[in-house]
């Protein structure tokens, strides 16, 4: 069990990861966002370093990008330059209203993968979620706050599918025991070994045995385990 | 990325899945694009002004040839629901009816038969009303807090357009809340099928009666009542589709006087 529970966090080890790989992604966009009359444009820079990402991750990021702190660019109050993978492998820009004044208006600043990391200034891991907006597959967000000097300018964050992080933990998942079940904070099951649960359901962990994971990063996911 | 002064984009990612995503009626592509994407426009589900995306992406969002979707949108053109403009700020952009305009809005419910109206209200029934009890069950508080947020605004809400928008933002966040990209995919593709349809001539007691619904059918989810998510979910499809068969009924009247 030891050694299937090493296995475990090895396996989040390796999601966690990713947290790093923004690293680039949110230097650049700290360089780009000192400039104080910042336009939509400045941002395209970015872009290249976007799609290496995706590229050079393909087996674990569905999509990547940056998410403006409103207030940040002088020629749009909200912005965010996010690609995703299409079908055909080719990175595709996603496109969503981010116009106020429109009724279809997406406001990002509700979303926890914006919101947390900016109010918390840490990394975090938002999700499971249904994201309809872009590839409208059961994901994951994992976002880092975005510094420019004192000031959080917004957030660099992949996506990342549930479907691919069950690849990675169901074998050590089912090794550690057969009712062992892995889900997030707020009882949302991510993997489970059990057929009694499934991805996306609710635990109540008031009345689970539920235990955090040993984890080394301070920028980790802070998924707990039942088993 | 289309990067226009509002922050708009013209067709979002989503909307294009949901218009373009299943091309499987009768016709070519081109035809079914056309289609789609006039139906679209009617609607309102793309609004007047907007600018659709490049050619090479609109095709790739459809999933086909860019020739194929300039053969689309030349129909369009011909239908005058686009106009392209050539030069630095030129682009394909949508020129659509009003849709809240009257007779659009009955040109549009008169090519639904009531029998189509009740197959539609048994598809919406059976996807709303499931999506509800899982949504009771899966939710966490986040989720619920978002949805009243949308019952909120809608209880606001001043035109039937923007009444519709929200109740159709709170069908497809309820079945994300219940934690199913298929469930929502299917909300998002009955919406294409509806549009405002739903809102069209509500008075405001009627919103305030369908909000009080909504309202129940979110406190339900909140509460983990699977049950009463469902009744609530159905209870307001059911009204809609009531509503829809009286005002069809009421077209078969004025196109049968004399």
Known sequence: VTAALDDLTGALDELDAIFGYLEPLAAQFA?????PSLARRALHPLRPVIQDLLEQHRGW???????????????????????????????????????????????????????????????????????????????????VPVRAGDT?????????LVATVEGHVIAPLRAVSPQAVLCTPAGRVVASATPEHAPGERIDLATAAASSLPRTSPDATRWLLLR | VTERASGSVGLTTASARAILGTLDGPGSRAEQIARRLGQ?????????????????????QAGVATVTLRDALAALRR???????????????????????????????????????????DHRFAISGAAAALAARRAIPEEVASLAR?????????SPSECERLDAQLSVEIAAAAQSSRLTREQLLLRGELGDL???????????????????????????DDVRARSFAERYVQAGTRRLLALRLEIYDVDAAP
């Open chain 2, 150 to 158: 949308i019952v909120d605004r809608l209880a606001a809400a001043a």
């Open chain 2, 79 to 121: 239908e005058g629901l686009v106009v392209t403009l050539r030069g630095r700020s030129g682009g394909t952009f949508v020129r659509a009816p009003d849709p809240s305009n009257a007779e659009h809005a009955t040109a549009r419910l008169r090519s639904f038969t009531t029998q189509a109206l009740r197959e539609l209200g």
């Open chain 1, 152 to 160: 959080l300018v917004g957030v660099a964050a992949a996506d990342i």
């Open chain 1, 61 to 143: 990021l569905a999509g990547a990008g940056v998410i403006c702190a409103p207030g940040l660019l002088r020629d749009v109050r909200h912005w965010m330059d996010w690609w995703f993978t299409g079908p055909d492998g080719t990175p595709n820009p996603l496109r969503v209203n981010l116009d106020e004044q429109s009724v279809e208006f997406f406001d990002y600043t509700e979303a926890d993968w914006y919101a947390v990391p900016m109010r918390t200034g840490r990394a975090f891991a938002a999700g499971p979620y249904v994201d309809y907006l872009c590839t409208n597959e059961y994901s994951l967000t994992l976002a």
């Open chain 1, 31 to 35: 360089a780009v966002a000192a400039d």
């Open chain 2, 198 to 224: 739903v809102w069209l001539g509500v008075t405001p007691e009627m919103q305030a009666a369908a909000v009080d619904l909504r309202r129940a059918e979110v406190d339900a989810i909140g509460a983990h």
């Open chain 2, 40 to 60: 679209a426009i009617r609607m309102g589900l793309i609004a007047d002004g907007d600018r659709l995306p490049p050619e090479a992406e609109l095709a790739a």
